[in-house]
């Protein structure tokens, strides 16, 4: 072979290779911008479905404002639908006061709600004086409470706060919470009711099965008698400043479900009516 056609193989060969990176090149800039097309309608979708569901909680934070009582939505986290845009938002009210509160609930409430999630009467006292040693100052320990040497001897690198819980959340770091107890535990427990009594018209199960002289049967009579006919007045008069509620709203958006939780106090002021402590 002359060195001319060697040149002119060579020639061909480099041509041929920047032939396919270019084309190469082409196909990821192809690939790429459907990818961004995708992200970009998938974000859409999300965006859509955030505010159709943040529309559902404004909607039911301006029922709980009505003057008319028989226009507030249920407050016992019974789901009901708003129909928005052509769209329906199932939403949830929870009122506040029907949970045990972390910070208030005196010992024999927080040992009856730890005995039935499932723990014997042992163990109940147990992670009872836990919650009372991790919620007050002082170094003093109850009889089956742990302290800051408890926790260190049990191998953790922290202990007690000695004040309010911020969050329900917080009672996942006591010695003796596992996962499974705090889940069966979560949908009884709030901070923010700011009381120690729990309003039984509106309580969770979970919350109404640690309620003094109340089973399992008169657990489910009650429940049943919020949605009976002669209960469409109930707590029609009842004057909701200062109280607390979880609202939850969700739609389903392209197929894709999208839920919004905000948690909100009804303050009465007429400049400021609502306090918002979360928005997610």
Avoid: C
């Avoid at 569901?53 to 009505?66: H, P, Q, V």
């Avoid at 226009?71 to 009210?93: K, N």
Wanted: cysteine-free; charged content about 20%.
């Amino acid at each position: 072979m002359t060195a001319g056609n060697r040149q002119r193989g060579f020639a061909l060969v480099s041509a041929l290779w920047a032939a396919m990176m270019l084309a190469l090149i082409a196909a990821s800039i192809m690939i790429i911008g459907r990818s961004d097309g995708r992200i970009g309608h998938i974000r859409a979708i999300a965006a859509q479905g955030d505010a159709l569901a943040d529309a559902g909680i404004n909607t039911a934070i301006y029922r709980l404002l009505a003057l008319d009582p028989a226009g507030r939505p249920p407050r016992d986290g019974t789901p009901f639908d708003i129909d928005i845009e052509g769209q329906t938002v199932t939403v949830r009210v929870q009122d506040e006061t029907g949970k045990i509160d972390l910070n208030l609930a005196p010992a024999s409430i927080l040992q009856r709600l730890l005995t039935a999630a499932g723990l014997d009467p042992e163990t109940a006292q147990a992670e009872t004086d836990r919650i009372l040693d991790w919620r007050e100052a002082g170094d003093l320990r109850r009889l089956n409470g742990a302290k800051r040497e408890d926790y260190r001897l049990a191998g953790y690198d922290y202990g007690p706060r000695g004040g309010p819980f911020p969050t329900v959340e917080e009672l996942q770091l006591l010695i003796g919470i596992t996962p499974d107890l705090f889940g069966r535990l979560k949908p009884a427990l709030t901070v923010v009711s700011q009381t120690d009594r729990v309003d039984r018209d509106v309580a969770p199960i979970e919350a109404l099965l640690a309620l003094p002289g109340i089973d399992a049967a008169q657990t489910e009579r009650i429940v049943a008698a919020r949605h009976a006919p002669e209960a469409a007045t109930l707590g029609l008069l009842t004057d909701l400043t200062g109280r607390a509620f979880t609202i939850q709203a969700t739609v389903i958006t392209s197929g894709r479900p999208v839920s919004r939780q905000a948690v909100i106090r009804l303050s009465g002021d007429a400049t400021h009516p609502v306090w918002v402590y979360g928005w997610t």
